[in-house]
């Protein structure tokens, strides 16, 4: 329970969880009010929390650079992953099918803010929180 917590109160999670909140709470009242944003909130999520998403999808930890490895090291890290693969392939983790799951999700979520009255459902907030909880 203690791991969960501190990724919803990590720096991005703070910004984006209330910017998430932010855009679907506009839509709402817009909406109670009959009145259209002109997909200006989508766009607005779309280039924040899209561009957010995909970045932060393609960051790996640690961020060092890489140097190339001599041969020995080479044939070493090969037979290492031929070895992880064939361990791959025996044992499935749960954790591996549940944040694809969640990945799967967020995604889908977030293109159900274009269809018209269903963009009024807090879809940038639970995207948002499917992204997070992907560790």
């Not at 650079?65 to 992953?81: A, K, L, N, V």
């Not at 070895?83 to 694809?100: H, L, R, V, W």
């Not at 293109?111 to 807090?122: A, I, Q, R």
Request: proline share 4%; with cysteine; net charge negative.
């Amino acid at each position: 329970m203690a791991g969960d917590a501190g990724n919803f109160m990590s720096p991005e999670a703070l910004i984006m969880l209330p910017l998430a909140l932010t855009l679907d709470v506009i839509g709402i009242v817009l909406v109670c009010f009959a009145l259209d944003d002109f997909f200006i909130t989508d766009i607005i999520g779309w280039l924040t929390l899209g561009v957010w998403s995909a970045f932060r999808s393609q960051v790996k930890e640690g961020g060092a650079t890489i140097e190339m490895p001599d041969i020995e090291e080479r044939r070493e890290q090969t037979q290492q992953f031929k070895q992880t693969q064939k361990e791959i392939k025996t044992a499935k983790t749960s954790k591996a099918t549940t944040t694809t799951k969640a990945a799967k999700w967020a995604k889908w979520i977030r293109f159900l803010e274009f269809v018209p009255y269903l963009g009024v459902l807090p879809f940038w907030t639970i995207s948002t929180f499917f992204i997070l909880k992907e560790e």
